[in-house]
């Protein structure tokens, strides 16, 4: 954070729903470091404790225990805050397939009332995690904001409507927010365990454990892999940005560069062989791809860039040796 941004948020109160989330922790650890003062909302299921449990003693971090489907809860979180940074869904494609009731629940009616009772307290901005999910069957690369297919799955579908309620909570009440299309992100405090982790946490575990990491399909399967620190600088870019016409629209939140599946479990077994030299001789495997996986993921992130002055610093190689490190030390 630079010290123009820290003077922007001084005395500010941000609400960070999801704040006990991978991607929320990270974004409450970076702004309390910076003496803001933090509101965290969040209902435990996906979220952990674990995650915030450093920031309970902080005097400028306050936890609402609470359910974004409860319009009294978002309410009472958004008592006397300056800006939201929504974080808060249920993620992964395949529990969309499995269960796109609950899916919807959370990440529609949930962001619905998050909205209604921002814009009732009257907050300044409103930020929140969209996902390049809403890239669908649109099959040209890099992914440019303005062009989307159609959704691939149920969670896809959410994630749109996120988008199109935030843009009429605009043109109808004058709300500013701003969406963040995250592409694969990856970092610390993200859960290895349960069936929807995400993939790097998991071959990370996988390698730990001595076990085989399997890879969906022949491994040529491709993503724009983001490390965390360029999601919170991204976050953070668009918390304080006083370039009015960065406003009310989306962006990329992406390195804008792509690797296959097989270099990524190729990568991890290199970093962790550093720790663990029998780490090397495990074999990798294979098998069918995944329903409603998109081939492949990398994103344009000239108009982050151009609007928002967004200069990620983390390479997939770079982010995966910090990232490999604290997983050493949490996941082993």
Known sequence: MTDQQSKLLKGKQILVTGGAGFIGSNLCEVLLNQHVKVVCLDNFSTGKRINIEPFLQNQNFKLVEGDIRHLEDCKKACLNIDYVLHEAALGSVPRSINDPITTNDVNVSGFLNMLVAARDA???????????????????????????????????????????????????????????????????????????????????????????????????YSRDFTYIANVVQMNINALTTENKDALNTVYNVAYGDRTTLLELATLLKTYLSEFDASIKTIEIKHRENRVGDIPHSLASIEKAKRLLDYNPQYNISAGLKEAVVWYWEHLK
């Open 122 to 220: 009257g907050v300044k901005r409103f930020v929140y995690a969209a996902s390049s999910s809403t890239y669908g069957d649109h099959e040209a690369l890099p992914k440019v904001e303005d062009t989307i297919g159609k959704p691939l799955s149920p969670y896809a579908i959410t994630k749109y409507v996120n988008e199109l309620y935030a843009d009429i909570f605009h043109t109808t009440y004058n709300f500013d927010t701003i969406g963040l299309r995250y592409f694969n992100v990856f970092g610390k405090r993200q859960d290895p365990n349960g069936a929807y982790a995400a993939v790097i946490p998991k071959f990370v575990q996988q390698f730990i454990d001595h076990e085989s990491p399997i890879i969906n399909g022949d491994g040529s």
